[in-house]
């Protein structure tokens, strides 16, 4: 029913029933391949999600497998953009046709409701996905903050060895790197993110990845090819991403 598929306010999670993953495996892979994030500054917050709101209960994005999450920055610097809106396709056929957001009446609601909310676009990327990861279990409905860093790297081949390993090594089970095809303006390559449950996890698992061995010796190779241009901290508003999954 229309309740059911509504979204999680402020929270994120996965139906277990997708997890396929063997029971000493700790993590499993996110079934998004391409991401489309909508850096926007809203003056009405509100109306922005319930927009959102609005466009996912009606059910288009459905058939095409395709999930799309708000989120608010709490930290992001000189920036400028006050939410993301980020759309996850599982594959290149899911992405939007050239006449979708004129022909389909939920698309130009959408879009009204989005000009009447005051939104101003900031910067839109399209990243295709390197690795995502998510719980084994598939219960990833307690990750509600994120740490994102966006970087410019010269060997994309060795960050990805490095981070990855880093990530595996730090014991980590919700994390991804995403690698731009375009739209971004700042000389950035690739974004990494991180997930965990509050703002307070956040800070305290940042604080324990930085002080292991691990990192410092991961840093050391960092420095020799990648540039960090900024990184921001996010918070879960809305999302679709549990019904996309367990349809």
């Known amino acids: 029913g229309f309740m059911r598929?509504?979204?999680?306010?402020?929270?994120?999670?996965?139906?277990?029933v997708f997890a396929i993953a063997k029971h000493h495996e700790q993590t499993q892979d996110f079934p998004f391949k391409y991401f489309l994030q909508n850096d926007i500054y809203t003056e009405n917050p509100e109306m922005f999600v319930s927009t959102v709101a609005d466009f996912v209960g009606s059910g288009v994005l459905d058939s095409r497998g395709v999930a799309l999450?708000?989120?608010?920055?709490?930290?992001?610097g000189r920036f400028g953009a006050s939410h993301v809106m980020m759309f996850s396709y599982p594959d290149a056929d899911?992405?939007?046709?050239?006449?979708?957001?004129?022909?389909?009446?939920?698309?130009?609601?959408?879009?009204?409701?989005?000009?009447?909310?005051?939104?101003?676009?900031?910067q839109s990327t399209l990243y295709r996905s390197v690795?995502?990861?998510?719980?084994?279990?598939?219960?990833?409905e307690d990750i509600k903050v994120f740490m994102n860093y966006f970087v410019k790297v010269s060997d994309a081949d060795t960050y990805a060895k490095i981070w990855l390993d880093l990530m595996k090594k730090n014991g980590s089970t919700a994390y991804g790197l995403r690698e731009v095809i375009s739209g971004d303006t700042d000389g950035v390559t690739h974004m990494i993110w991180m997930g965990y449950g509050?703002?307070?996890?956040?800070?305290?698992?940042?604080?324990?990845?930085?002080a292991s061995e691990a990192t410092k010796d991961a840093l050391i190779e960092f420095a020799k090819i990648r540039e960090i241009k900024r990184t921001a901290v996010l918070t879960v508003a809305v999302e679709s991403i549990t019904e996309t999954i367990s349809n």
């Open 5 to 16: 598929k509504l979204i999680l306010l402020g929270t994120l999670s996965f139906i277990s």
């Open 69 to 76: 999450g708000l989120y608010q920055y709490n930290a992001v």
């Open 94 to 122: 899911s992405l939007p046709s050239p006449t979708l957001m004129t022909t389909s009446k939920a698309h130009v609601a959408f879009t009204q409701g989005m000009s009447t909310a005051g939104n101003t676009p900031v």
């Open 131 to 140: 690795k995502e990861v998510i719980p084994a279990d598939g219960n990833t």
């Open 198 to 210: 509050s703002m307070a996890e956040l800070v305290k698992e940042q604080e324990r990845l930085y």
